[in-house]
């Protein structure tokens, strides 16, 4: 008996039996029926991979130099702010809009994201590349430049 045979005869057949089974379980489970895939409206382009930004954290991206950034309550720096908001956070987005890496805003660091902020924000995207719609999320906390104690101008990683 050759292996090819043995696996014929003696394992594939009792698979066979159950593909069926796993197969229908695998579509319920992801969501597919009769070979159609649904699939998911796309995410906006500042969806952010952690949540709102509510806290500030130190980022140290060498040694003896740091800045300020927001973070969501997980640490998360690819976090989410925009209009509306009230927080520390949104006190480290406008001391990072008003230093002369960003835009030299001029905004008074108040914590309350309002229209000035907003327009800021709108200035620093269109000078970094990303999407220009005031909202600070994932993608332009990546393209952001922040200046450190060093007084050099980084970026989140």
Known sequence: MTFSKFMTSASAEPGRARWPRIAAALAIAFGLAAGSVVAAAPAPAQAANGGYCSKQVIYYPSAGTYFVVPADSNFNVLCRLDSGANSIAVKALQG???SSCAV????????????ATRAALIRAQQKFGVTADGIYGPNTARAFKWKTTAGTCRSIP
């Open 96 to 98: 990072g809009l008003n």
């Open 104 to 115: 030299s805003a001029g905004l008074a660091v108040d914590g309350v994201f309002g229209p």
